[in-house]
DNA sequence: TAGACATCAAACGTCTGATGTCTAAGCTGG
DNA sequence: CCAGCTTAGACATCAGACGTTTGATGTCTA
């Protein structure tokens, strides 16, 4: 804590604190119109100056899309994942997946190290949800547990800037799997690999973690060149 | 511009942008306080709502610091930095190493891949200059020296997105390093190792590149926990 | 003279009301 | 059934006023 902030919060940053919640908590679902300006002001008990500040920042960082003329949509679930909206705007996806490769072989090295046996059991439960979703050929379903499989890993590292990373990123990575599936390219290159992570990683053996994650983000890279 | 902007961008995104741009461009430096609401009202011609939304946005993404009864400060340079400066008021130093080394593995590895003889050069020359600095003492330089080598090896992977957010956490990074000086345990650890990273980079030796950079940040790692 | 206190101007915080502009949906006539 | 028009609702912007906080200045006292 550098500064120590005497000075009592603004009214206009509580606001924004609740709309956060508001989205966080799941209340006001992704891609769901919230209340218009007059009914906040209502339920908040402020202005709408103040209530616009709160939601142009929200709006700033990518969590909100206001639409003149129509209303106010939920766009991401966090400020992070608004950054890596417009990351994912601004750069290819290879050099993304190249960035996401650092992050997994970190991950999963950490996760080998200092995964428990409540992690592992419940690395193994989110994979078999995955393998359900496949062979339902439910590819919503499968995007969902597969990157809920990652974000697993992350947490099992026991690093809680990782596990935010990659909890934040999801919404976004989960909407460019459904886009590549969109250009009907979707076989199923990753479905082996995972498994042999979850045993790696049981097994605290980090150098067969880090293999297990490089053979199949490199296959992935191929996959996406190809 | 990537997305169809069928409906006109509203006039406060213009003039966030305007100040960014300020800030950007060097025209506001860091730390100064920027002039007031009317002075600024009546040079981007714009009312004061307008305004104080567009300094609320940049204020709420970490570039700009409010404070109630006495001005606006430049904060950041940058929305990655100001989100980079939440982050590690939210995280400890050590979790916050290990993602980093995540990210200086992969660009050491991708930098050893896709390095031009160019970039061997510079890479050489910010080498020197921190050499320099080190023997002068120069704390400030050096810590200057040292993120900028880290940086240009991100920018010779190629990859811009890698590049963009060692450039965009440097002012982060390197406060940081000042703030570890002040605890008086600067030791010349980092002092080597560097080196190893170019040579390996200049021969295209990816395993001897990643080697070097978990060598150096593992001791850098060892030296925080002590 | 040095420190504590009172005062003041500047700057941001908030509220209110009015008006412009845009969007999506409904209506209408063919 | 559809194309074009109309309209209600929603956000965008402006203007003015007053409240609250802060930093600086001046003044008084020990």
């Known amino acids: 804590m550098t500064l120590s902030t005497s000075h009592r919060q603004p009214l206009a940053e509580e606001v924004t604190a609740k ?12 891609d769901q119109r919230i209340p218009a300006e007059p009914e906040l002001m209502a339920g908040l008990g ?5 209530l616009r500040e709160a939601i142009k920042a929200l709006a700033h960082s990518g969590m909100l899309e206001v ?14 994942s608004g950054a890596a909206r417009r990351m994912y705007q601004d750069h290819t996806d290879e050099h993304i997946l ?6 997994d072989t970190q991950a999963a090295r950490l996760a080998a190290r200092n995964a428990t046996a409540d992690d592992v059991t419940a690395l193994r439960a ?9 062979h339902a050929a439910d590819f919503e379903a499968w995007a969902r547990a597969d990157w809920a499989f990652h974000a697993r890993v992350a947490q099992a590292t026991g690093n809680p800037l990782l596990h935010e990373l990659y909890v934040s990123f999801g919404d976004v990575f989960h909407q460019d799997l459904l886009k590549q599936q969109r250009k009907g390219r979707m076989d199923g290159l990753t479905y082996e690999g995972h498994g042999a992570l979850v045993d790696a990683i049981e097994a605290h053996d980090a150098d067969a973690a880090v293999a297990s994650v490089n053979q199949n983000l490199n296959s992935c890279a191929e996959w996406l060149r190809a």
Do not use: P
């Open 98 to 103: 190249e960035v996401r490769l650092g992050l």
């Open 19 to 30: 709309l956060r919640a508001m989205i966080h908590s799941g209340e006001w679902q992704l």
């Open 67 to 80: 639409r003149r003329g129509d209303g106010t949509y939920v766009r991401a679930t966090s400020e992070i």
């Open 46 to 50: 402020v202005s709408r100056g103040t």
């Open 126 to 134: 989110v994979l078999a949800e995955r393998e359900v979703a496949w």
